[in-house]
């Protein structure tokens, strides 16, 4: 019998020095091409590589990140078969047009895919991913699996733990072709994943399910044996958190699974400020100010699953 306890601590603190937001834009393009490249992942961070902000860039490979606070930053560019690009921001406090960001084919990635049985795999209706042995001892979720992947147009906020599409879209994702809750994705082991279907265009199949895309780990389970663990994501000088305990139980083909999940806000300030500029036919410019007042946000989510099989 094997046993498993993974605990994941998270620590998150934000203190905002500045009231003053400002916005970052660029295209991303092939290197030596004026072709863009749409769904690369743009990823803001800190100079320790702690995460600021993200976004994907849409079908004419623009992007824009927004309410970016004065300081110091890295920005990464990334998309799969190509070259990720980092620029260095230092002392950001005015609005940037970074323009074209061309990123180069990455010539050991093709070389991978080919040479090791094709780890992504397209198909007519579907793209067949195998995740790398680094991507999976890296990975203690399924989000995290899905993050380092890298999916073209998924942005997987680990966050939040939720999953979306630049167009504003759902995805629904599956676990051996069976919908599953955010705390079933929180308990997925990354090392019983065997691959990853990726379903960017739904067919009728999922025409009632008013679906973008559709995710689909295919997993092995183990023959027998128990694990579980605990997944704690809190905040020290925030009220937050997104909180996960399972527990599961395998003999041969049957199952028996038990999973927690809590999510909760508790803010005693929170505003927003808005500062808006329009241009009017004559050409003259009107700007209009707004300032928010603090406050309170409180709000508490759960949820309980089970999984039940015998045969």
Known sequence: MKKLLSVTLFSWCILTLSAQNFRIR???????????IPYANIVLQFPDSTFVNGATSNTKGEFVLSRIPSGNYRLIVSCMGYEPTLIVLD?????????????????????????????VVTRIDRQIVLPSPAQVQASNT???????????????????????????????VRINDVKVSTAEILALRPSEVV????????GIRYADEGVSAVINFIVKRQSSGVSGGINLNNAFTTGMGNDN????????????????????????????DQQQQFVL?????????????NTPLQLYLTGCGGILQFY
């Open 142 to 172: 399924g989000y995290e699996l899905l993050n380092r992947l890298m999916l073209p147009g998924i942005q997987v906020n680990e966050m939040q733990n939720s999953i979306s599409s630049p167009d504003g879209g759902s995805v629904q």
């Open 195 to 202: 691959r990853i279907e990726y379903i960017d265009n739904p």
């Open 26 to 36: 660029g295209t991303v393009s092939e290197t030596g091409q004026d072709v863009p």
């Open 91 to 119: 002392n950001l406090s005015r609005n940037i047009e970074i323009g074209q960001i061309q990123l180069s084919e990455n010539s050991h990635t093709l070389d991978e895919v080919t040479i090791s049985a094709e780890r």
């Open 281 to 293: 036919a004559d050409g003259s410019i009107r700007q209009r100010y707004r300032k928010g007042s």
């Open 245 to 272: 305990i399972y527990i599961k139980a395998n003999n041969k083909r049957s199952e028996f699974g038990l999973n927690y999940y809590m999510s909760y806000r508790d803010y005693s300030q929170r505003r927003v």
